[in-house]
Every structure is written in structure tokens, then in C-alpha cells.
């Protein structure tokens, strides 16, 4: 365990390196982000239906994206799956087979680290922004609520980390895997709640995307946070986020084991 | 003696003034095709990558209508109009530019700006058109498809004269967006890595695509008059659907460009100065 610690003592100090960069890509997230809550405004202030859509007020509204922004801060994925990528095609993954420390164990240690410095690096901009908007801030129902919504924002890190790192691991079949990680990406920013709360689109696409990875990745704890589920429904969605997180750990597992026969050591 | 003419095209260095320039283009175009389609797959895959972000992005439109009829001034079809003319500005963008100035913070980290100086051309010139991405045209056309069908649910039948104000008004939104990233770039002659500051400009493209009339106060003075991303797309997009409130806000397009355009230039000209090579 301890050379684990050794891991991510020099994931930091090596992540420290691109705080200035860590710095300005929080920033500059901002400023589309605060847009996105000005035309939500627009649309409540245009609207003669009602003040509420989908149970949404202006200030639940602006707290979905705080929130969005705050579970994203903690849990995305930034840099490790191009690193991930690079190491297998540039042949750096050599040394690990060689020495006794699980890769799956060490990458999963520095994508910790990396989430450590961004947050510690992302704390002024955010508080900023969340102070600008304090009026909306909402605080969870209950205390039960946020442990609840502490162990979701846990799983879904581990959601992202081993969904990306399967992803990943399609170096060891092709050359140039940023595509498919663009791809996925898209995917996940509109299915995963980034652009805007799921629970406004239809009934009908809502229960379709219940089942798939893609609210596990970001919606489902805020929503929990939120209190916009609970009862049977929050257990539910327990359930099917710790399923998704095994389902991708073994999937990783798997990539793992069937790529290493099939690598070929480039440049070792 | 007299020397053989082995082709037929002009060379480069007898020919002189903006020809000479064009001659040179030409010539970065033909590497440029011969390279992608070394990578077709991978072409056509980097199309489908963009092509997914526009539909994400009518997507959102899309779900937003659903709940409205209106954001401020702007009814559905405008703003699909207006998606569509952001895209075709950034797609635009993306073909001409931006392969070459995100490659400019690596090009002074090693030390390879040192050859670029040493050619008998433009050192701007030379960072800013070396390379050309092509599937950026195959996705500027997607958009032009998408606003045409946004054209025909509004009922717009543009005049000639609104066609050309429109694409010279999208030529100089282009301009914007390249003088405003090439000054940002160029300030990795201090910071060695501006990665993060150009990504983060890419960031801003998302406001170009949203209703202007949407947003107030400081915010829509900022992104007005300092960093005019609330007019790259709105202006020409408001020249076709008939929406404009005055001649004016043609005119302040036009001066932002021109302010930015020489502005980059002096601060071009005033970060390379600070070059110092890499190596040896």
C-alpha cells in the first residue's frame, strides 16, 4: 500500500506544475457557464405559462449549474485518458509489467492527485462564483441527504475514471483513440446532465436514460443533492450507479488483460 | 544559357507582392490536402466528432423551446439561425487557423519558431496559414445547410445585398476570433505553456452562438465592446433575419475587427521581441 502513497505524493507535485493552466481552464469554464444561467433568466422572465418549468424556479435552476459545476470540479476526467493513451502507444507502459504495481492501482492514484490540485486550484474562482450567486445556493434537505450525495460524487469519480480509462485502452487496438474520446465526451455532456437538467426533457427519453451510465456520470448527485429524488427512486439510482461502476471496472479488467496480449512494446 | 521551365506554376521567388504570398498558400494548401488524406479515416471521423457537437447544440435549442416561445426578442427558428451562422464562423475559423496557432506555444517551446524566422516570408504569415484542416469546410457546409433550413421556416428570402453584407460580416467575425487567439498565443513567449489560455478561448465561442438580447449590464458590455463575442454571430445573423436595431451595430462589428485586428499586430510584433530560442 505504501508505495501507493509514494504514487500520490508524486502525482501532486507533478500536477503542480499546470496549476496556472488548472487555473485559467476553470476561469474561463465560468464564463460560458454563468451565459448558460443569464439565457435560463431570459427564458423565465419571457415565459407566461408559469414561474416554475419542470418544478424548476429561476434559483433551482442557477443552483443546478452551481452544483454542475462544483461535482464536475471533484469529478472529471481532464488529462488522464490522453496520458493513458500516450503511455500505451508511446511504450511507457513497459516498466509496469515489469515491476510489482498494478496500473489500473497507479493510474487510478494519480487521476486522485490530479482532482486534489484542481480543486485546491479551482477554490477561488468557484467560491467567487458561488458567492456571486449565493442568493440561489440551496442547502440539502437533510444532513442523511448530503452523506447520501457525498457517496454518489465518490462513485461517479470512480464512473468517469474507469469508463475513461476503458476508453483509453483502445490504444492497444488503434493508433489515434481522440475521436472516440470527443465522441464519448459529447455524449456524455448532453446525456449527463452538463447542458442542462435531464428532468426537463420528455417523460419517455428521461426512463430511456435512466438505464444507461450517462446521469450516474453527473446528474444523479445533484439531483440528490437537490432533493429532487428520494424514497425507493435515490435507492434505485444507487443501485444502478454502483452497477455501472462495476460493469466498468470489469470492463477495464478486461480491456486490461486482453490488450496486453496484444501489445507490442513500441519503443521499449 | 537558358534554363529549362520545369512547371508551369509561378515561382515563388520571382514573383513578388501579394501574388508571390498566394503562390506560397497555394502550395501549403497542396501539402495540406496531400496530408489528410494520408488519415482518411481519421478525417471522417474528426467530421462526425463536430457534427455531434452541432446537433448537441440545436439539441439544447431544441429543449429550451420546448418550455418557451420566446428568449427575450428571439423566436426558435432566429436562434437556429443563429447557432447555425456561429458555427459557420467557428468551423471557418477552425480551417484556416486553428491547427496553426495552437501550434505556436509549441513552436517556441522547442525552439522551431527559429526556422520559421530564417524564411524570406512573413513570420505571421508563415504561423498563421501553414496548415489547413479540411474537414472545417465539410462542417462549414453543414451549417450553411442548417441555416438554410432556418431561412425557409422564418420565410426569409434574402437580397443579394444581404448575402454580401452577411459573408463579409462572417469574414471579418473570423478575423476577430483569429486576432483575439493569435494575441493569446503569443503570450506564451512569457509562459512557455498557453495551452490552457487557448483552450479557454475555445470556451468562449460558446457565447457567440446565444441570443444577445439575452444578456444585460456588465456582462453584455464586456463581451460587447472588450472581447465582442455577443456580436460575431448576432450581427450577421440579425443582416439576414431582418432583426437589426440600427446600421450601427454593422459599423461597431466592423471597428471591432479592424481595433482587434491591429491591435494583435502590435502585440504580435511586441511578444516576438521577447523571443529568445530554445536551444543551443
Not at chain 2, 53 to 59: E, N
Not at chain 2, 191 to 215: C, E, H, K, S
Amino acid at each position: 500500500m505504501k508505495k501507493y502513497f509514494h504514487v500520490i505524493n508524486i502525482g501532486i507535485q507533478n500536477t503542480l506544475v499546470y496549476r496556472v493552466n488548472f487555473f485559467f481552464r476553470a476561469m474561463f469554464a465560468l464564463i460560458p457557464l454563468l451565459a448558460t444561467i443569464y439565457l435560463w433568466r431570459a427564458v423565465f422572465g419571457g415565459r407566461t405559462a408559469g414561474p416554475e418549468i419542470e418544478g424548476y424556479t429561476v434559483a433551482g435552476m442557477t443552483s443546478y449549474y452551481v452544483l454542475v459545476t462544483i461535482v464536475d470540479a471533484l469529478t472529471a476526467v481532464t488529462d488522464d485518458d490522453w496520458q493513458i493513451a500516450a503511455d500505451i502507444r508511446d511504450g511507457n507502459i513497459n516498466q509496469f509489467l515489469l515491476k510489482p504495481i498494478d496500473y489500473l492501482t497507479y493510474r487510478l492514484c494519480l487521476f486522485f492527485s490530479n482532482r486534489v490540485i484542481y480543486c485546491v486550484t479551482a477554490v477561488v474562482p468557484v467560491a467567487l462564483f458561488v458567492f456571486f450567486m449565493r442568493r440561489y445556493f440551496v442547502m440539502p434537505p437533510s444532513a442523511g441527504v448530503f452523506a447520501l450525495f457525498i457517496v454518489s460524487v465518490i462513485f461517479t469519480g470512480l464512473l468517469q475514471f474507469f469508463i475513461s480509462y476503458s476508453l483509453a485502452l483502445l490504444a492497444f487496438w488503434v493508433l489515434e483513440v481522440s475521436t472516440f474520446i470527443f465522441i464519448v465526451f459529447a455524449v456524455e455532456y448532453i446525456a449527463g446532465g452538463h447542458l442542462f437538467p435531464l428532468d426537463i426533457l420528455p417523460g419517455s427519453l428521461q426512463e430511456v436514460l435512466k438505464f444507461t451510465p450517462f446521469p450516474y456520470q453527473l446528474f444523479f448527485p445533484v439531483s440528490i443533492y437537490l432533493g429532487r429524488v428520494s424514497g425507493a427512486e435515490l435507492w434505485t439510482g444507487l443501485g444502478l450507479q454502483t452497477f455501472w461502476l462495476v460493469a466498468f471496472y470489469g470492463v477495464a479488467l478486461w480491456a486490461w488483460r486482453r490488450g496486453i496480449r496484444h501489445y507490442s512494446a513500441v519503443g521499449g | 544559357m537558358k534554363v529549362p521551365q520545369i512547371s508551369n506554376a509561378p515561382n515563388p521567388a520571382t514573383v513578388t507582392g501579394w501574388r508571390r504570398y498566394l503562390t506560397i498558400y497555394a502550395a501549403l494548401w497542396k501539402n495540406s490536402i496531400v496530408r489528410e488524406m494520408g488519415f482518411k479515416a481519421n478525417f471522417l471521423l474528426w467530421v462526425v466528432v463536430e457534427l455531434l457537437w452541432f446537433a448537441l447544440q440545436l439539441g439544447f435549442i431544441a429543449v429550451i423551446y420546448q418550455h418557451t416561445d420566446r428568449i427575450a426578442t428571439w423566436s426558435k427558428w432566429e436562434v437556429i439561425l443563429l447557432v447555425g451562422a456561429s458555427h459557420l464562423i467557428q468551423q471557418l475559423f477552425t480551417a484556416i487557423f486553428l491547427t496553426n496557432i495552437t501550434q505556436l506555444s509549441e513552436n517556441i517551446r522547442t525552439g522551431k519558431l527559429d526556422f520559421m524566422l530564417l524564411f524570406p516570408v512573413n513570420t505571421r504569415f508563415l504561423i498563421s496559414f501553414r496548415q489547413v484542416d479540411l474537414g472545417g469546410f465539410v462542417n462549414a457546409g453543414t451549417s450553411i445547410f442548417v441555416m438554410l433550413y432556418a431561412g425557409r421556416h422564418l420565410g426569409l428570402h434574402p437580397t443579394a445585398l444581404q448575402l454580401i453584407g452577411f459573408s463579409a460580416l462572417v469574414l471579418c467575425s473570423v478575423l476577430i476570433h483569429y486576432s483575439l487567439m493569435l494575441a493569446l498565443a503569443s503570450t506564451s513567449f512569457w509562459t512557455v505553456r498557453a495551452q490552457g489560455i487557448v483552450w479557454g478561448y475555445y470556451n468562449l465561442f460558446n457565447l457567440a452562438r446565444m441570443p444577445d438580447a439575452a444578456f444585460h449590464g456588465f456582462f453584455r458590455g464586456f463581451f460587447t465592446f472588450a472581447i465582442p463575442m455577443l456580436l460575431v454571430a448576432n450581427v450577421p445573423t440579425k443582416v439576414l433575419a431582418r432583426k437589426l436595431e440600427s446600421p450601427f451595430e454593422i459599423g461597431l462589428l466592423l471597428l471591432m475587427g479592424a481595433i482587434c485586428f491591429v491591435a494583435s499586430e502590435l502585440f504580435w510584433r511586441f511578444a516576438l521581441r521577447r523571443y529568445t530560442s530554445a536551444s543551443s
